[in-house]
């Protein structure tokens, strides 16, 4: 059973181009998460979704960022019009369902760049 | 800002003795914690978890105690191994607040041969 994947594990950007991170979760799971982390610090929460649904994006910025998960394929987290701010390791973990005890699993994470 | 910190931000042990890594939260409401191991360049990974109605779980070499009086989460590692060197977070899941889990900021964990 593969775990959670996410591409490009490493994508470079210059300032103001645009950043598409990908997540498939694990086989079964209906939902996913975004977190942020930048050098030395811990996981921040962005977003999570269930399939064609945003349940809770209160950690995601309210502009240039979005994330989707449609009925078909992985879940997409873009940054448009990236700045050098944006330079972190965004991890996805997905999760079987909405029980509060269930674990997330998550994946190898994308290191993005923004030059 | 995090509910969740970390006392020490570096532990170092000698191979073989036990490593304790300590985690203060202030959301007493927390109902679910979580302990997860980084490797450098990887996702974090589940080591145990335990829930708020529970003060000890015990996992394979892992113990996870929590003091819910003084907000307190720890780790326990016995007979720490070169390849427990990483850094380690606590996380916590406040059930009104959703699936979001809320990280604290690490402690690394260096062993020493």
């Known amino acids: 059973n593969a775990g959670v994947m996410q591409n490009p594990r490493h994508l470079v950007r210059r300032r103001g181009q645009e950043a598409r991170l990908r997540c498939s979760p694990m086989?079964?799971?209906?939902?996913v998460y975004w977190y942020r982390q930048l050098p030395e610090e811990g996981l921040k929460f962005m977003v999570y979704?269930?399939?064609?649904?945003?349940?809770?994006e209160s950690g995601m910025p309210k502009e240039r960022f979005s994330a989707e998960f449609p009925k078909e394929g992985p879940s997409i987290l873009r940054i448009q019009q990236v700045v050098r701010g944006d330079s972190a390791a965004y991890f996805c973990?997905?999760?079987?369902?909405?029980?509060?005890?269930?674990?997330?699993?998550f994946g190898p994470g994308t290191r993005l760049t923004v030059l | 800002g995090e509910s969740v910190g970390l006392h020490l931000p570096t532990l170092s042990v000698q191979e073989g003795d036990n490593s304790i890594i300590n985690c203060a939260y202030s959301?007493?409401?927390?109902?679910?914690f979580i302990w997860y191991k980084q490797e450098s360049g990887k996702g974090p990974q589940f080591i145990i978890d335990?829930?708020?109605?529970?003060d000890k779980r015990q996992g394979q070499r892992v113990t996870v105690l929590l003091n819910k009086t003084v907000k307190h989460l720890s780790l326990q590692i016995a007979a720490t191994q070169p390849g427990d060197s990483a850094v380690y977070f606590c996380?916590?899941?406040?059930?009104?607040?959703?699936?979001?889990?809320?990280f604290g900021a690490g402690t690394i964990l260096r062993v020493k041969s």
């Open positions: 973990a997905s999760s079987p369902s909405l029980e509060v005890y269930n674990e997330q699993f």
């Open positions: 086989k079964g799971h209906s939902h």
């Open positions: 979704l269930q399939k064609e649904n945003i349940i809770d």
């Open positions: 959301n007493s409401a927390s109902d679910y």
């Open positions: 335990i829930r708020s109605n529970m």
């Open positions: 996380a916590e899941k406040v059930k009104e607040y959703g699936n979001k889990l809320v």
